[in-house]
Every structure is written in structure tokens, then in C-alpha cells.
């Protein structure tokens, strides 16, 4: 049994201590696929942009520029919301 009488002791986890950090944590080293763009099959409607829950496609001028792998975690929404199929997902 936990001795409550000491929770004031106990390291808090898991806290934002500074706005915007997460940048910094790699969430996308577990991932067992990882997204291909075919940009010659690519439309820049930005489908996959907004419904990446990572933020993990890059974005210029209203165009895609690519895909930042350190936050994607493969879960395949962007291939799944293409109406091109430019999107494929493929094993690491």
C-alpha cells in the first residue's frame, strides 16, 4: 500500500513546464509504417494537412513540401483522405 502521508515527495510526471515544447520530443520512432508521397500524383488539396493528427506534413505557399517523420506515427490517415492515392503507406 502507498503511504499517501508523502505525496508532496512523489516526482510529478508528464508536466508542460514551457509552452510549444513537444517540438522536441520525436514521437515517431515507434511507427511500423511510414507514409510515401508521390508527388507527381499529389494535388496540394491539403486533405492529408488537416487531417493529420501529428502535424506531420509539411506545408509551403499552399503546397505540401513533405513529411516530417519524426512526429509521424504511421497511423495512415493521410493515405487513407487522398483522393489522388499520392499517399502510400509502406513497412520501415
Not at 501529428?54 to 506515427?73: A, R
Request: aromatic share 8%; net charge positive.
Amino acid at each position: 500500500m502507498v503511504n499517501l502521508a508523502n505525496y508532496k515527495d512523489f516526482i510529478v510526471g508528464d508536466r508542460v513546464i514551457e509552452a510549444g515544447n513537444s517540438e522536441r520530443f520525436h514521437t515517431g520512432d515507434w511507427r511500423g509504417q511510414i507514409p510515401y508521397l508521390d508527388k507527381d500524383k499529389c494535388i496540394n488539396c491539403l486533405s492529408c494537412w488537416i487531417y493529420c493528427p501529428d502535424d506531420s506534413i509539411m506545408t509551403e505557399n499552399g503546397k505540401i513540401k513533405g513529411l516530417k517523420m519524426t512526429h509521424c506515427k504511421g497511423c495512415g490517415i493521410c493515405a487513407k483522405v487522398c483522393p489522388k492515392n499520392a499517399i502510400t503507406m509502406k513497412g520501415e
